[in-house]
């Protein structure tokens, strides 16, 4: 079996003003990686995507210019899409029984 969860970039790193949200999905992440060696010798892989910027309603309350300023600190020049989030999790679902206990930062290389 596999179990994928979704963290932030904020799980690995923080971020000012987002002292819960970052403190949250860092334990996503320390769950993730402790699920995944308690699970493996069941043969079940356990392993999360730390997202980016992802155009969501997550990000409706920034005005377009601070969606422009945001998107000029991310290399791709770009928000992630949601339908990008799940190519991810739809191919880390697919791949061998060897990947477990990663967090995979799909964040257009802005962190």
Known sequence: GKIINISSVWGLYGASCEVAYS?????VN???KALAKELAPSGIQV???ACGAIDTEMNGHLSDDD?????EEIPAGRFG?????AKL???LSGM???LTGQIITLDGGWI
């Open 23 to 27: 403190a949250t999905k860092g334990a």
């Open 30 to 32: 320390s769950f993730t």
């Open 47 to 49: 392993n999360a995507v």
């Open 67 to 71: 969606k422009a300023s945001l998107a």
């Open 81 to 85: 899409s949601p339908q990008e989030v």
């Open 89 to 91: 999790v739809k191919s």
């Open 96 to 98: 061998n029984s060897y």
